[in-house]
């Protein structure tokens, strides 16, 4: 599955109109009206957008002629074979007209352009584990962490300390049981889409 690492924005400016690309990479059709939201400019002329999510699919052309702005930026998308990411594109009318076909071109070229300077990876599912150890275990589990690349994406303190980690082989949680011997917690808490090199 290919897709961006990080939000990444760009900005176009075409026949004094601005064009500012945000690309979100987002994993679950859920949150995608959130983040919609959260990137939009309710001040801008217009905020375009299109998604591929899973099997979910949008294009929204937010006022603009039909088809010169959703569909020829999911266009762009497709054709780089990515996924689990929105576009948005969100104008400032500079005041000139650019027609059907050069908005469908400022469209597809802010996202073109923006994916140029974002970074493109292979991501794979991997189920994310809270795991609880006692404090007295803590710098043990956080070296083997380390030594195994396991990324960890919370850690809080309380009477234990739990660790919020993206685990891809279950054999590291034979290796806790072991050096704790078996005083701790892990359950699955979720998944999600993430780097193969992370």
Do not use: W
């Not at 990444?8 to 064009?19: A, G, N, Q, R, Y």
């Not at 082989?169 to 034979?174: A, Q």
């Amino acid at each position: 599955m290919i897709s961006i690492e990080d939000y990444t924005s760009h900005t176009l400016v075409i026949k004094k109109s601005e064009f500012v690309c945000h690309l979100i990479p987002c994993s679950q059709i859920e949150q995608a009206n959130d983040m919609i939201t959260k990137y939009s400019d309710p001040q801008a002329t217009h905020n375009c957008v299109a998604y591929i999510i899973g099997p979910h699919e949008r294009a929204y052309d937010d006022g603009e002629p039909s088809g010169t702005a959703g569909m020829p930026m999911l266009n762009v998308l497709k054709m780089q074979g990515l996924t689990n990411m929105i576009a948005i594109v969100t104008r400032y009318f500079g005041g000139i007209k650019l027609g059907a076909g050069g908005l469908t071109r400022a469209y597809s070229q802010s996202v073109a352009e923006a994916l140029k300077v974002a970074h493109i990876v292979e991501k794979e599912l991997v189920d994310l584990y809270n795991i609880t150890v006692d404090y007295t275990y803590t710098r043990k589990l956080e070296h083997l962490l380390k030594v195994h690349h396991i990324k960890c994406i919370d850690i809080q303190y309380q009477e234990q300390v739990s660790y919020q980690c993206y685990l891809r082989n279950l054999d590291f949680l034979d290796m806790i049981q072991d050096f704790t011997n078996n005083q701790f917690q892990a359950e699955k808490i979720g998944s999600d889409y993430i780097p193969k090199d992370v």
